[in-house]
């Protein structure tokens, strides 16, 4: 796959569709890697009529790894970020954002539909708020505008996303472990294949497995801090859509988000966690697909 620099960093992509569609920018979430965009999901995209980029976020995957000048206590970190105190960061969600629409200048794009998940569904919205006229829909998944009141994920789910595998220097216990994760956080009425998620899971560390990337994209969400202020003056046209039943990143989150932006559709999907099983890919797809025709040309 190609790559770019941006802002310092190298950027890992994926092109897939004719150059002269209209473009979706799909921006994944904490530690995960661009083919974590299934590719059926990319390909019904593309056969709607749409040029797709799915790219590595930095210090994921094959995009460059940031060198912090210090380490940082992630665990000190979460429980300042509870107290409301300020969070230090080797980069901000707001940088993340920054890379994604310096993706879009390299590759000569002047205005895409911007998809984020959970993290990066942050991204996009930042994109959105920041960048308007680089936007033309917006579509926020699984994710959450900051408020922390709205963004309490239940007990069982915090402690999957920070355990750690067995034995990180072996492959299937790293599986193992990722297959856990999934099982807790992931869509209870669109349960995937277990030899298919875990088939899916290895894919996915055969490619890239570094949990200090992740450490410090978690760090950057939470030094990041709110976000509904920068919402309200989104003008994209907006599709909200979560899962009624995400443990990781709660529906009051996903319905709060969509309160602070003017005029966004919330689509609530019920048996979704937070994860992107097979089964949803129609459903999900189906829904941007006709977000993205809907409005052609952006904010009318």
Partial sequence: MPNVNINGQVIEYESLGSAQSPTILLIMGLGMQLISWPDAFCEHLVSSGFRVIRFDN????????????????????MLAAVLGLPVRAPYLLDDMALDSVGLMTALNIDRAHIVGVSMGGMIAQLIAANHPQRVLTLTSIMSSSGNRRAHRGKPEAIRALMARPADISNPESIADHMVKVYGVIGSPGFVP???????????????????????????????????????????????????ADDKLVPLAAGRDTAHHIKGAQLKIIPGMGHDLAPKLHPILSAAIVAHCQAHPTGAS
């Fill in 58 to 77: 930095r210090d994921i995957g094959l995009s460059g790894k940031v060198q912090p000048k210090r380490q940082i206590n992630v665990k000190l970190s």
């Fill in 193 to 243: 294949d277990p030899a298919e998620l875990r088939q899916r899971v290895k894919r996915n560390i055969h490619r890239s497995y570094y949990p200090a990337g992740t450490a410090r994209q978690m760090l950057a969400i939470m030094a990041s801090g709110d976000r509904r202020i920068k919402l309200s003056k989104i003008t994209a046209p907006t599709l909200v859509i979560h899962g």
